[in-house]
């Protein structure tokens, strides 16, 4: 278990130690922060018969080799569902299975419980579904959603769970934990894939350059906006490399950072306006399908374009 999940498993194995733990639960966190893993210990938590208890040196840890959790474990136990979805969305019928779910007796008598992942993506319908399930509990049953972006969630469903934020380390704190050495004081969780793949390294590196080189001088802009369209990282990276010159502008050290000389003609003001423009496009593409966001990602570069020009 990563660490930083530590306290998050401690303030869970007291609420159910004390018969307090909520009913429904939001875990929200970037990719590689853990959710997946803080969920499934807690679900294991919740079904094992024989779990070890809570004490100054541990959390409740499931025993592993009870009936359920052997059960559990090879992903036969009766009294949990895992809602993934293979497509982009998650739609009604799904969470009618859950709703379903909860309607009938457990059939081993321990807790039953529910796992939405990807829960951002349920669709408008499927979310209304769920809210029906979330306002009535049954005894002893547990739903926990996983979120990557709590903002593109329905604001009813986030007020009927508890939510658990996971702020894993950043800066050298993290990268000593990953054993990194790449990236710098204001490395993330988020940045992840390319401090861990060279390959991907390689393509962020490509695009920062071609963005930075668009920002001077507008050379390289079909091949800038091929790579937006392209990759799948490619706006999350964007707001990495100006927060980054952000953060330089504002006389702030980054170990590996943007050199003075590329970030010439750029000011603070610019700098700020091509942000902004970021947040709203990228709140955007996350709500539309993929033609849209094409047409998304060309407006924000004419945009882009526009406030260098004036
Ligand atoms: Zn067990």
């Known amino acids: 278990m990563k660490d930083w999940l530590l306290q998050e498993q401690y303030q869970l194995s007291e609420q159910i130690a004390n018969n307090k733990l909520p009913h429904a639960l939001l875990i929200n966190g970037v990719q590689g922060s853990g ?4 969920a499934n ?17 541990t959390p409740i840890l499931p025993c592993g080799h009870c009936k359920t959790c052997r059960l559990y474990h090879s992903s036969t ?3 949990h569902i895992s809602v993934v979805s293979d497509k982009a969305t998650i739609g009604v019928d799904s969470i009618r299975k859950v709703s379903q779910f ?20 349920m669709t408008v319908a499927a979310a209304n579904a769920l809210l029906k399930t979330l306002e009535e509990p049954t005894e002893n049953s547990f739903i926990i959603l996983l979120s990557s972006s709590r903002d593109t969630l329905l604001p009813t469903i986030i007020s ?3 939510l658990i934020e996971i702020r894993p380390p950043v800066g050298s704190e993290l990268l000593a934990q990953l054993e990194q050495a790449n990236g710098n004081n204001y490395s993330n969780l988020s940045h992840l894939p390319e401090l861990l793949d060279s390959i991907i390294q390689q393509q962020y590196l490509e695009f920062e350059a071609l963005f930075l080189a668009q920002l001077q001088s507008h050379v390289e802009k ?7 369209n392209d990759s799948p990282d490619a706006l999350r990276w964007l707001e990495k490399i100006l927060t980054n010159l952000m953060r330089a502008e504002n006389g702030w050290s980054l170990s590996d950072g943007i050199n003075s000389e590329k970030k010439a003609k750029l000011n603070k003001d610019t ?11 990228t709140k955007q593409v996350k709500m539309l399908s993929q033609a849209n966001r094409q047409f ?7 945009d882009v374009d526009n406030i260098l020009q004036n």
């Open 35 to 38: 959710k997946y893993e803080l």
């Open 41 to 57: 210990w807690l679900i294991n938590v919740l079904l094992c018969q024989t779990p070890q208890l809570l004490n100054n040196n």
């Open 77 to 79: 136990y009766p009294d």
């Open 102 to 121: 909860f309607e009938k007796t457990a059939q081993l008598g321990q807790a039953k419980t529910v796992l939405i992942a990807a829960a951002e993506t």
């Open 160 to 162: 009927r769970c508890r």
């Open 222 to 228: 079909n091949k800038w906006l091929k790579m937006l």
């Open 271 to 281: 700098l700020w306006k091509i942000y902004l423009k970021l947040q709203i496009m």
């Open 296 to 302: 998304m990602i060309e407006k924000f570069v004419a």
